[in-house]
T-cell receptor, first 114, second 112 residues
Framework: KAGVTQTPRYLIKTRGQQVTLSCSPISGHRSVSWYQQTPGQGLQFLFEYFSETQRNKGNFPGRFSGRQFSNSRSEMNVSTLELGDSALYLC?????????????FGAGTRLSVL | SQQGEEDPQALSIQEGENATMNCSYKTSINNLQWYRQNSGRGLVHLILIRSNEREKHSGRLRVTLDTSKKSSSLLITASRAADTASYFCATDAKGSNYQLIWGAGTKLIIKP
């Protein structure tokens, strides 16, 4: 089985721009979660999608949004980028959600905002 | 806020020694998971332990869970250079709508 695929791997943007990140989960997985990781901060939960519905949301501003398609692929969008948005964005898929299920992570998208 | 807090933040040991990392959490949990992150393989699941379990093993890894103290420990025996990584605990807190809450991680360095 193919693993979780995130594209692109690297992105460089300037302040004020917007960006869209993509995540293709493992075949058969219906849950996709997104995380932001900055040095020394661990993983900060952004949101989780299950069967095209946002099931959980972290404490991030409305500039961060996402969606999930019928094939379980998910996209994350960040509008009006700020310098502090520079981070590694990780996507994880699981069979039915975060609780009690193993999360399988992609390699991440490293976003640099200049 | 982070539910899980790993301790220590960083740990450096000689190859062949055992490494122990701890995770404390604040509220009752359904289960707790440990993950490892290194530059080569990204973030990978290691072990899941449920609230009614006290100990689990996987190869050189041993995880214990003490729900009365709200803490867990991860022991890596006979460490190898390849164990150099950051280790995270993630808790599935009761009443959290099954959302995992992550600690900031322990950075483990194995010296040859």
């Amino acid at each position: 089985k193919a693993g979780v695929t995130q594209t692109p791997r690297y992105l460089i943007k300037t302040r004020g721009q917007q960006v869209t990140l993509s995540c293709s989960p493992i075949s058969g997985h219906r849950s996709v979660s997104w995380y932001q990781q900055t040095p020394g901060q661990g993983l900060q939960f952004l949101f989780e999608y299950f069967s095209e519905t946002q099931r959980n949301k972290g404490n991030f501003p409305g500039r961060f949004s996402g969606r999930q398609f019928s094939n379980s692929r998910s996209e994350m969008n960040v509008s009006t980028l700020e310098l502090g948005d520079s981070a590694l964005y990780l996507c994880a898929s699981s069979l039915s959600g975060q609780g009690g299920n193993i999360q399988y992570f992609g390699a991440g998208t490293r976003l640099s905002v200049l | 806020s982070q539910q899980g807090e790993e301790d220590p933040q960083a740990l450096s040991i000689q190859e062949g020694e055992n490494a122990t990392m701890n995770c404390s959490y604040k509220t009752s949990i359904n289960n707790l998971q440990w993950y490892r992150q290194n530059s080569g393989r990204g973030l990978v699941h290691l072990i899941l332990i449920r609230s009614n379990e006290r100990e689990k093993h996987s190869g050189r890894l041993r995880v214990t869970l003490d729900t009365s103290k709200k803490s867990s420990s991860l022991l890596i025996t006979a460490s190898r250079a390849a164990d150099t990584a950051s280790y995270f605990c993630a808790t599935d807190a009761k009443g959290s709508n099954y959302q995992l809450i992550w600690g900031a991680g322990t950075k483990l360095i194995i010296k040859p």
